[in-house]
Structures are given as structure tokens and as C-alpha cells.
């Protein structure tokens, strides 16, 4: 998605640590209109596929999701990492190891969510070593549904989780693949 690569040329920052900061449009502040420009880019990858639900981790992938799922007509599921008072005991889990904040969480997605006779497309905004997809995709097969794809904003193509799903037969349509990144510049695959 030329667009994505645009804004994030223009209002992306490269942090230490390998780190892309795209706080000003996708994480912290959203711009909204691009956000649903990205849920109907999601949609038109995805249109054909019968998908019932769009999953996502809390809390930056939220936004992204709801945008996908506006844009597909079908409900969106965010896996939390933290347990509350409100959540059901009935849930699914997987331990996911952030890169960004240097910790693990045991994600859960109730199981009313969730049911076997879906077909789920993951949405995140940034698929870096693959963490969260893996531990959303641990969740959907635990749930007995079925996995239709992964749709991401951002893919690191330079940490390799994205070809190593490819290479595994999952479906991941990244709209921009950072190839490679310094304190200078972005370069994105072709």
C-alpha cells in the first residue's frame, strides 16, 4: 500500500533497537480516515473469503481490526493481556512475548467469542518476529475454527517471521514490508 509507506516515510521515526515509531497516525494517535482506508485495503485483499470474524491483540491492533471488520461486515475479537474481573473463565490462551515491551503475556479470548465454525483472519499492525500472530493462530486452533490469513499494516521483512509463515502455507498480506531500517531511512521491499 504505497499510502502506508508514504506516512510512514514522512511521519515514521526509527527508534534504537530496530524499533519504528508510527505513534503520530497508527498506535497512539490514529488517524482515523487512513485507518478505515487501511480496513478497506484488508477487505479488498480479503474479499471472497468467507471470514466471520477479524482477531487482533489489545491494544494497537484494535483500531486496525474494527476497520477490517467495518469494512467486512463481520464482528472483531481482541485477545487481552490482562485478565479482569469481567472476562469470562471460560478462555483460550497462548503466551505471547512482546519485542516492543520486552515481556511475555498470556493473551485470552473468551470462548463465546470464538467457535469452531469460524473462519478468522488475523489483523496487527506490526509483524516483526511473529510473536502475537503465532500465539493468535494458537488460539484459533485451540477454538477448532478455522484460519483464513493474516492481514498487517507492517511487516519487518528484514526479522524473516513473515517469509517463515509464507513458507509454513499461512496466507500474510502485509500492506508495507520494511526491508531494512536506520536512523536515516526506510527501505521497503519492492
Not at 15 to 33: E, I
Not at 51 to 69: N, P, W
Request: charged content about 25%.
Amino acid at each position: 500500500m504505497k499510502a502506508l509507506e508514504e506516512k510512514i516515510l514522512k511521519e515514521g521515526k526509527v527508534l534504537p533497537g530496530n524499533v519504528l515509531k508510527v505513534g503520530s497516525f497508527l498506535n497512539q494517535q490514529m488517524d482515523s480516515d487512513f485507518i478505515m482506508e487501511i480496513g478497506n485495503e484488508i477487505a479488498r485483499l480479503f474479499a471472497g473469503e468467507k471470514i466471520t470474524k477479524v482477531l487482533t491483540v489489545e491494544s494497537s491492533g484494535i483500531a486496525l481490526a474494527v476497520a477490517a471488520g467495518i469494512a467486512l461486515h463481520v464482528p472483531s475479537v481482541f485477545a487481552k493481556k490482562h485478565k479482569s474481573a469481567n472476562m469470562s473463565k471460560e478462555v483460550y490462551t497462548a503466551a505471547v512475548y512482546s519485542y516492543t515491551h520486552k515481556e511475555t503475556y498470556e493473551i485470552a479470548v473468551a470462548k463465546e467469542y470464538l467457535e469452531k465454525d469460524d473462519v478468522v483472519l488475523i489483523v496487527d499492525d506490526f509483524l516483526a518476529n511473529g510473536n502475537a500472530v503465532r500465539g493468535l493462530m494458537k488460539i484459533v486452533e485451540e477454538a477448532g475454527a478455522g484460519l483464513c490469513g493474516c492481514a498487517i499494516a507492517i511487516e519487518k521483512g528484514f526479522q524473516g517471521a513473515g517469509d517463515e509463515l509464507r513458507a509454513q502455507g499461512i496466507r500474510i498480506e502485509s500492506l508495507a514490508i520494511v526491508d531494512s531500517m536506520t536512523d536515516e531511512s526506510v527501505t521497503f521491499r519492492a
